[in-house]
């Protein structure tokens, strides 16, 4: 019978915790005036549970619209941002031509194929600034009075450039329709003539022409560029393809009357 009786009471002690972490009921609330501390306690228990779930809720901070904008998953803001500092662009210029001149008459076609390397900067989400720097190399042909003359040409480039995005996707990283424009200062290295036709036996001709070509003379040149192209953005990340024609009209410094100025145009295809 003793034996019995402390089962019970052992049973009834391990219930204690149970009835102790149970969550309180709700005071009587009409007879707080004759509330003694006892009750006054049990109220600060109940109390306390509601407001607890209240005190651990997180508060989650509604998106704003700049927040909302799609930016590329996994890469962190920083990054992200210094990878716009940096912009690369390999393309080619196919064709040069000169305009027909009053002291050296002809006509003169060429091929160039180069690097272009650029260097661009945000000041908004549509408009960009931009340092180019290109050295291209090819050949060129003049034609005059049925004799023609061929040499090499080396062509470096540098510029500074302003380039609006027509349709931009609202990022400093990546826009869509470009519109670009600005000035470059070029440095035509002179060549060798590869060859010339019709018997120039006296070579006269070979020394008049090779002066009168693209540059040969050793010299600098400005440009006014322009060009109008279209970026790609590849997906999740920052890699961007860049299509553009480009294009720049040369004046030669200082003026040279046996060389004629000339326009050149270009198609550029790129990744940054």
């Keep these: ?24 009921e709700k005071p009587d609330m009409t007879r707080q005036d004759t509330w003694g501390e006892a009750e006054k306690e049990a109220f600060y228990r109940w109390l306390k549970q509601q407001t607890a779930p209240e005190e651990e809720t997180q508060l989650v901070n509604t998106p704003t ?25 390999f393309g080619f210029t196919p ?56 040499g090499d040409f080396s062509l470096y480039r540098f510029g500074y450039h302003l380039e609006v995005a027509l349709v931009p996707l609202g990022l400093d990283q990546t826009r869509n329709i470009l519109l670009r424009g600005g000035l470059d200062m070029l440095y035509g ?4 003539l590869l060859y010339a036709a019709k018997g120039d036996t006296v070579g006269q001709r070979r020394r008049d022409r090779q002066k009168a070509m693209l ?16 970026e790609w953005q590849l997906g999740e990340n920052f890699w961007r393809v860049h299509g553009m024609f480009d294009g720049f009209k040369v004046v030669h410094v200082p003026k040279d009357k046996d060389r ?12 940054s």
């Excluded at 619209?65 to 890469?75: A, T, V, Y």
Aim: glycine residues 16%; proline residues 4%.
């Design 1 to 24: 019978m003793v034996r019995s009786i402390e089962i019970l009471i052992t049973g009834l002690l391990m219930l204690v915790p149970v009835f102790a972490a149970a969550k309180p």
């Design 65 to 89: 619209f700049e927040q909302m904008q799609r930016i590329p998953g996994g890469l962190s803001s920083k990054y992200l941002s210094l990878r716009t500092g940096t912009y690369g662009l």
């Design 95 to 150: 064709k040069a031509q000169e305009n027909e001149g009053t002291e050296k008459p002809g006509e003169i076609d060429g091929s160039l194929w180069g690097l272009d390397l650029q260097y661009g900067k945000p000041v908004r989400t549509w408009f960009r600034q931009i340092l180019n720097l290109g050295f291209y190399k090819g050949s060129v042909d003049q034609k005059a009075g049925g004799a023609k003359l061929s």
């Design 189 to 192: 290295r002179k060549g060798d």
């Design 215 to 230: 540059g040969h003379v050793t010299g600098f040149q400005a440009g006014l560029s322009w060009a109008l192209g279209y």
């Design 260 to 271: 004629e100025n000339y326009a050149v145009l270009g198609v550029f295809v790129g990744v």
